[in-house]
């Protein structure tokens, strides 16, 4: 097959092609469609771009390696993201050798499904410049979080199954990292008066 032809090709049939007919230079395909997403959520989850190559590279890696046990070849896209978060928390967890904790304080039902809370409203109105400067300050598990929030638009349960904790504590998580970004930005915006 032309390699030009490949392009045109779903995820679900370039994966067919590789598993079925082992077509070897499909992974290209792959590759070339994942490869650049996969390293900028790398690097914005560990803030070092050496570190974000490698642990792209592992999270490739680690796709093709397993793409025979994918069910749905159609979901490759959600699956590498998948991949790349549990392969960063892994490593942010051993770089930190923190452990990601549960819901410390406050109840669940104090977290609301609100999206016009004044967190929501503030990070709208920032602008992209201040928002990257002040989304480097957060500690990475916030990062984490509110990419999966907010940057690839996750369901709570998805998340809470990546970080391998409850929906409330992953709503609570998602909350207080909302809240320690605004009170990063009103220090900001206090600071420029």
């Not at 690097?43 to 592992?58: R, T």
């Not at 304080?105 to 977290?111: A, D, I, Q």
Request: contains cysteine; aromatic residues 8%; negative net charge.
């Amino acid at each position: 097959m032309n390699p030009a032809d490949f392009q045109k090709l779903s995820d679900n049939d370039v994966i067919t092609l590789i598993i079925e007919k082992g077509e070897k230079q499909a992974l290209g395909i792959l590759y070339d469609r994942y490869a650049a997403a996969i390293f900028r959520k790398c690097l914005a989850m560990c803030g070092n771009a050496e570190q974000a190559k490698d642990l792209a590279h592992d999270v490739i890696l680690k796709s093709f390696m397993s793409l025979s046990s994918l069910k749905n070849r159609d979901a490759y896209k959600f699956w590498v993201n998948r991949i790349a978060y549990n392969i960063c928390i892994d490593y942010l967890n051993l770089k930190k050798k923190m452990k990601i904790d549960f819901l410390e304080e406050g109840s669940p039902e104090n977290v609301t499904e609100d999206n016009s809370t004044r967190e929501e409203k503030v990070l709208k109105e920032m602008q992209l410049e201040q928002l990257e400067i002040l989304f480097q300050e957060l500690s990475e598990q916030d990062r984490v979080i509110l990419l999966m929030q907010y940057q690839d638009a996750m369901r709570i349960e998805d998340i809470a199954e990546i970080l391998q904790i409850g929906k409330s504590a992953a709503k609570m998580r998602i909350k207080r990292a909302k809240e320690r970004l605004v009170k990063l930005y009103d220090e900001l915006a206090t600071n420029q008066l």
